[in-house]
């Protein structure tokens, strides 16, 4: 059975930064793709950034390049998302998912898809 469960989110004031984290079990999870996806209330669950089997290529939206690093581990079976320089419009629900390539990314749905149960990422203004 695949688990995927993310943790650190929390209450942040803009201009914080905060690390979330993955951890996957019940899968191969150096041949997965991993990415992050956020989901703010009344809104379409959205993309965030990817990072592929080796970490070798990563990918992000617009919105976050530059201030959110995608990274992994797979000694430990663990995906991070640095998030630096938050705002407000950064507030959601944040979802781990697992894919079998990056080249799946940024499709909101995937046939291969795993999701996590989500973390809660709240930016004070």
């Known amino acids: 059975q695949v688990q995927l469960v993310e943790s650190g989110g929390g209450l942040v004031q803009a201009g914080g930064s905060l690390r979330l984290s993955c951890a996957a079990s019940?899968?191969?999870?150096?041949?997965?793709?991993m990415g992050w996806f956020r989901q703010a209330p009344g809104k379409e669950r959205e993309f965030v950034a990817a990072i592929s089997w080796r970490g070798v290529s990563t990918y992000y939206q617009d919105s976050v390049a530059g201030r959110f690093t995608i990274s992994r581990d797979n000694a430990k079976n663990t995906v991070y998302l640095q998030m630096n320089s938050l705002k407000p419009e950064d507030t959601a629900v944040y979802y781990c998912?697992?894919?079998?390539?990056?080249?799946?990314?940024?499709?909101?749905?995937?046939?291969?898809?795993?999701w996590g149960q989500g973390t809660q990422v709240t930016v004070s203004s």
């Open positions: 998912n697992a894919r079998q390539t990056i080249n799946d990314y940024p499709r909101s749905r995937s046939l291969s898809d795993y």
């Open positions: 019940g899968l191969t999870f150096s041949r997965h793709a």
